[in-house]
């Protein structure tokens, strides 16, 4: 009877939930309670990934229905899929922008876990999971770029897998079988069908089962900052959690979807051997980055197993990051090392993608690649440095230093001291082209002394003034703020 | 008027947006007119968020006029370009 008066005082939607609960037993066995401070986008974004996979399992089955993976239906029956039947444009659109949507989140994800350091021990092994999906994601992204059998898509894919032609035979040779059979078009088609379907939404499956199951083991992780040592609120994961990946998750795919529906997917033309020689080649956005890292002057013709070393040691170091960074410590400001690395990584990743965009087919010459690379890694390393510098200088006046969350407002300097942000950004400019005079003066041949020591001087000096302004806008910015 | 009544009264003018939304793509083709069907849908399920965000309590705060103005606002923005 007590049980019957409390499920009608909980309303309608609240008993019925009790009701299975009580059947199901979840909250007794699964998905434990969470900080409340868990409430924020970020702590989900692993959960909208997960949301946008079956979202893709969704619309990818109903895409199926259609599809005929054979070099002469390919094309054919993807075009019918968007002309013909209801809702096909926007099926096929919101299918492959869940697509990048699900990449960018997973990149997001991974960088969020990196700096908030959730990967140390004892979840050394869901961020190896965790990685392995990421990975796992890009191949999803790979295998179905193929599938529609454009000019674009297999041109893409043939140079792919050329570019691993520079890997040792032994390694070579079975990964081509894997992927392309015998080298027949209908043979390609098939494989990359089968990984994209089966194999590595089964695998990403499995994964994610895997990754639920350690989640639920050592439950959420604390990311340190405000909240450290003290003890946070709880609240249930059925049905309060819940109901917030709901309304994250509904939001999200609403964003998804009237993209979709407002640029909606143009196909290139149809693959043909002859308009495949008249294009030129491009990846997919999420692999610009390394394909222009591909393009480094110094990593083109024989040099191309170099690249691939480069990038596979870039992998593994990502990979390898919780074994590496052992330090106790989680909160971002306080590994200014690990901290900075990260930025500058992300930086990289977004200067080489647009880059890469912008200059399809075209090498790009060592000094581009030392100005370029080494450019961002120096100015992104130089205001980070200055920034835990400042801390520092402030923590020993004894003024608190705010936590990872609200540095964030340190974003706001740059809107509130426009003419210093100005005076910068001519500063900027300046080193920049100076920069460049240095690296061309020193890599063409008869060097002009003279021209470059005046580069490295104006270099030097607006490089010195950049970080004196720097500097003196961060520790007012920290002091003003922490005495206030 | 309670806390709890302004929650109600904000879910059960979504609901209704929502149902009221849902009918009128009934209507529409989905072939020629899906772009619209797509925007629509949309717009719904900004509703739905607002109603799961209603509806949950978890900090006892009150109901947030600035992102019940940002969702109306999101939901108005979805109607124009699916009526262009």
Redesign the interface.
């Known amino acids: 009877m007590d049980e019957k008066k409390d499920e009608r005082k909980q309303g309608p939607v609240s008993s019925l939930i009790g009701y299975i609960d009580s059947r199901v037993g979840f909250t007794n066995t699964f998905l434990k309670p969470l900080p ?1 401070t868990g ?1 924020n986008p970020f702590a989900w974004l692993g959960a909208l990934a997960v949301l946008a996979f079956f979202a893709q399992g969704v619309t990818g089955i109903l895409m199926m229905l259609y599809y005929v993976p054979t070099p002469d239906s390919a094309y054919q029956t993807t075009t019918m899929v968007m002309t ?7 099926l096929e659109t ?1 299918h492959l922008y869940m697509a990048y949507a699900m990449i960018l989140i997973v990149f997001l994800h991974l960088m969020r876990n990196y700096f908030t350091s959730v990967g140390k021990k004892p979840r050394e092994l869901m961020w190896v999971v965790g990685f392995i999906m990421g990975v796992l994601t890009l191949a999803q992204g790979l295998t179905g770029y193929l599938l529609p059998w454009s000019v674009l898509s297999k041109a893409a894919t043939d140079v792919f897998i050329g570019t691993l032609q520079s890997l040792p035979p032994q390694l070579f040779l079975p990964v081509k079988y894997l992927l392309e059979g015998t080298g027949a078009d209908a043979q390609e088609l098939m494989h990359f069908y089968v990984f994209h379907t089966v194999v590595i939404p089964f695998s990403l499956l499995l994964l994610i089962v895997l990754k639920i199951y350690m989640y639920e083991i050592h439950g959420h992780a604390e990311t340190g900052g405000e909240n450290e040592g003290k003890t946070v609120k709880k ?1 249930p994961f059925f049905w ?1 959690e819940t ?2 990946v ?3 998750g ?2 999200f ?3 998804v ?2 993209l ?3 640029f ?1 997917l143009k196909l290139p033309p149809e693959y043909s051997a002859a308009a495949a020689a008249n294009v030129v080649v491009q990846p997919d956005w999420y692999f610009l980055w390394i394909y222009q890292v591909l393009k480094f002057g110094i990593f083109v013709g024989p040099n191309e197993p170099l690249a691939l070393a480069v990038i596979t040691i870039i992998f593994l170091l990502i990979l390898l990051v919780p074994f590496i960074d052992r330090n106790k410590e989680r909160v971002a400001t306080r590994r200014p090392v690990y901290t900075t690395i990260g930025a500058i990584f992300i930086a990289e990743v977004i200067v080489l993608t647009i880059w890469g965009y912008m200059t399809p087919g075209v090498n790009a010459p060592n000094s581009q690649v030392v100005e370029i690379v080494g450019g961002t890694a120096l100015i992104v390393g130089v205001v980070f440095w200055l920034y835990f510098k400042a801390r520092k200088a402030v923590t020993r006046q004894s003024i608190t230093v705010p936590s990872v969350a609200t540095s964030v407002r340190f974003l706001k300097i740059p809107f509130k001291h426009s003419r210093y942000t100005l005076l910068f950004l001519v500063l900027l400019g300046v080193a920049s082209v100076s920069l460049s005079s240095v690296v061309s003066t020193a890599t063409t041949p008869g060097i002009d002394y003279g021209w470059l020591l005046i580069s490295i001087l104006v270099f030097g000096v607006s490089l010195y003034s950049m970080l004196k302004l720097l500097k003196a806008l961060v520790i007012s910015y920290e002091a003003g703020r922490a005495l206030s | 008027m309670t806390e709890g009544d302004r929650r109600r009264n904000v879910m059960f003018v979504l609901l209704v947006f929502i149902v009221v939304l849902a009918a009128l793509s009934w209507y529409l083709n ?2 020629s007119q ?6 629509l ?3 719904e ?2 509703a ?2 607002m109603v ?2 209603a ?2 309590r ?2 006892d705060n009150e109901l947030s006029e600035l992102w019940m103005l940002v969702g109306a606002s999101t939901i108005a923005v ?1 109607l124009g ?1 699916a009526l262009l």
Request: charged share 5%; aromatic share 12%; proline share 6%.
């Open positions: 409340v409430l013909k039947i209801p809702m096909g444009s926007v919101f609240v309060d109901w917030y709901l309304m994250i509904s939001a795919v609403a964003v979807l009237v979709a529906s407002v909606p | 989905p072939v899906q772009d619209t069907i797509g925007i849908l949309s717009a399920l900004v739905f968020s799961l965000y509806y949950t978890h900090t979805l370009l």
